[in-house]
């Protein structure tokens, strides 16, 4: 998978900095095959039938041995990705989903909350989930040598807080999916445990990056245009302008499959057992689908972003995160008129999660 990944950046670097940094860095065919055999799809179309098509699949883990990791269970990191939600295939998704999906309502304060995670034990918990998704980005001994040991804080953590919540429920997520039992079938401990890092991951780093990368474009968007005025269907559409967001710089940049029979993409044969990585970012700036697409349009009809994935594995906590965002920014902005990028900025270096490790601001 790390090999995918690699040959996948040589081909784009930077996915979603805009159509024309798009076209200029990706070839000019809609499917192209990398170095290491893998199909990069590019287009709005092709990536929405990746995600959506069952036929294709989430990379098993045994497919881990072949990159030089046979003992991937012996990792936390790897253990915790690819026994959780997030990577599995039907029947286990279907079964895992159905199950999680029943006990989860609508960044680490909100997810925290949710969970039941004390307020004094949050802050921990940012720094070590942004160690655990480098596995993400590209597995290596060093990667491992970061995201496992924040991986087995997490579990251990959490190992304790579902000890509590058998003893003593509460009204929080966690309890829920201790409780949580439909005809007949409930999570394992070790179900329970994985879940809970995943969901606990998921609401900080993808929520947190859609907030960030969000505020960038509004104020961005503010500064080149007509300032305030500019920002007018954040308030009043802010259902449409977050849709925008996460169309014009999506946190979740690829998804990375594997055919599990043949398959006909963009009239493109692909044979069962192909890798096939769709990239989102590039996908919600697709010309044949968005028109302007480098242009952010906070009041665009007819938006349907990539960028939570699709079918089977559409992002459990979309809702949540839509929701956090259309709160947060039209709140923020009002509070604070004069607020303003500041020097320092630091993207992370990711193919995967597009985000900041440092993003200063000013507000007067």
């Not at 972003?305 to 949540?320: K, M, W």
């Amino acid at each position: 998978m790390s090999a995918v990944r690699a040959s996948a950046r040589e081909l784009a670097e930077r996915p979603c900095l805009g159509a024309t940094a798009c076209r200029a860095s990706l070839p000019l065919r809609a499917i192209v095959r990398a170095a290491d055999g893998a199909l990069v799809v590019t287009r709005y179309g092709d990536c929405l039938s990746v995600t959506r098509d069952a036929r294709f699949a989430h990379f098993p883990p045994e497919m881990l041995a072949f990159i030089g990791f046979p003992d991937w269970e012996d990792h936390p990191a790897l253990r915790q990705l690819f026994t959780s939600l997030l990577m599995r295939n039907p029947p286990d998704h279907t079964r895992l989903r159905r199950l999680v999906s029943s006990a989860f309502p609508l960044p680490v304060n909100v997810i925290g909350e949710l969970l039941g995670v004390p307020p004094e034990d949050r802050a921990q918990f940012q720094p070590l989930v942004r160690d655990v998704t480098q596995v993400l980005e590209v597995i290596t001994p060093e990667v491992l040598a970061t995201a496992d040991p924040a991986a087995a804080a997490i579990r251990a953590y959490l190992m304790e807080l579902v000890q509590r919540r058998r003893r003593d429920p509460g009204q929080d997520l966690l309890s829920a999916l201790v409780a949580v039992e439909e005809a007949g079938d409930q999570l394992t401990e070790d179900e329970l445990l994985t879940r809970a890092a995943l969901l606990f991951a998921a609401g900080i780093e993808t929520t947190t990056n859609l907030l960030a990368n969000g505020l960038v474009a509004l104020l961005t968007h503010a500064s080149s245009l007509d300032g305030a005025e500019s920002l007018r269907p954040l308030y009043e559409t802010p259902e449409l302008a977050v849709e925008e967001l996460l169309r014009y710089d999506s946190p979740v940049r690829l998804v990375p499959r594997v055919t599990i029979e043949p398959v006909e993409l963009g009239a493109v044969a692909i044979g069962a057992g192909e890798r096939v990585v769709a990239y989102l970012g590039a996908g919600n700036r697709d010309p044949q689908r968005f028109s302007d697409p480098d242009r952010l349009v906070l009041d665009r009809s007819d938006n349907a972003p990539l960028s939570f994935g699709g079918g089977i594995h559409y992002c459990l906590g979309a809702p949540l995160a839509r929701l956090e965002a259309r709160i947060a920014l039209p709140t923020l902005l009002p509070r604070y008129p004069r607020l303003a990028l500041a020097d320092g900025a630091v993207r992370r270096n990711s193919l995967t999660l597009k985000g900041f490790l440092r993003l200063p601001i000013q507000t007067g």
